[in-house]
T-cell receptor, first 114, second 115 residues
Framework: DTEVTQTPKHLVMGMTNKKSLKCEQHMGHRAMYWYKQKAKKPPELMFVYSYEKLSINESVPSRFSPECPNSSLLNLHLHALQPEDSALYLC?????????????FGPGTRLTVL | AQSVTQLGSHVSVSEGALVLLRCNYSSSVPPYLFWYVQYPNQGLQLLLKYTSAATLVKGINGFEAEFKKSETSFHLTKPSAHMSDAAEYFCAVTGPNTNAGKSTFGDGTTLTVKP
């Protein structure tokens, strides 16, 4: 099983809502990532978890709150988002957080903030 | 610091023609280089990667890339384009003392395949 799943596929939320994105993998990977991708742009790294510990936070606003409950799950909690936060949010995982480790990406959650 | 430049934001080829997508890197240390493909409304998928072993790297779907240190290039090729190759392609670089999550991506190249 080389699949990373993400739910929901689409999400529309208002600026005062609280919602969560979920990511799951069962490949035994110990590194998991959140990326934000705007249309026609490369992915931008947001967070990296390595062995369930947050190892990188790329100065992401606090309205985005990651959580890694266990080695298979990664959540991204959203609160008080802005319209400019509308984007495709991609989750990825790799065996470890190494320079040559292959990242496996999920299909993404398309987020629209009204 | 490492960076990659993808020359040509849009490339159009006819079905059956050679595909050549260009990627040049800048790095003060030996780089590790990746090519990803992204189909519409999907995540990225690794096509191939260079990790300092063989300079000619073969990937999935008939793609290959050659690492040329003298030219600081890692161009992606496929001898014969198929309609299903139409997608966005990203070149990315990491290096020693960086981790996978700190890959630097190029701006991407949109490949269009004409019938």
């Amino acid at each position: 099983d080389t699949e990373v799943t993400q739910t929901p596929k689409h999400l529309v939320m208002g600026m005062t809502n609280k919602k969560s994105l979920k990511c799951e993998q069962h490949m035994g990977h110990r590194a998991m990532y959140w990326y934000k991708q705007k249309a026609k742009k490369p992915p931008e790294l947001m967070f990296v978890y390595s062995y369930e510990k947050l190892s990188i936070n790329e100065s992401v606003p606090s309205r985005f709150s990651p959580e890694c409950p266990n080695s298979s799950l990664l959540n991204l909690h959203l609160h008080a988002l802005q319209p400019e936060d509308s984007a495709l949010y991609l989750c990825a995982s790799s065996l470890r957080d190494g320079q040559t480790d292959t990242q496996y990406f999920g299909p993404g959650t398309r987020l629209t903030v009204l | 610091a490492q960076s990659v430049t993808q020359l040509g934001s849009h490339v159009s080829v006819s079905e059956g023609a050679l595909v050549l997508l260009r990627c040049n890197y800048s790095s003060s240390v030996p780089p590790y280089l990746f090519w990803y493909v992204q189909y519409p409304n999907q995540g990225l998928q690794l096509l191939l990667k260079y990790t300092s072993a063989a300079t000619l790297v073969k990937g999935i779907n008939g793609f290959e890339a050659e690492f040329k240190k003298s030219e600081t290039s890692f161009h992606l090729t496929k001898p014969s384009a198929h309609m299903s190759d139409a997608a966005e392609y990203f070149c990315a670089v990491t290096g020693p003392n960086t981790n996978a999550g700190k890959s630097t991506f190029g701006d991407g190249t949109t490949l269009t395949v004409k019938p």
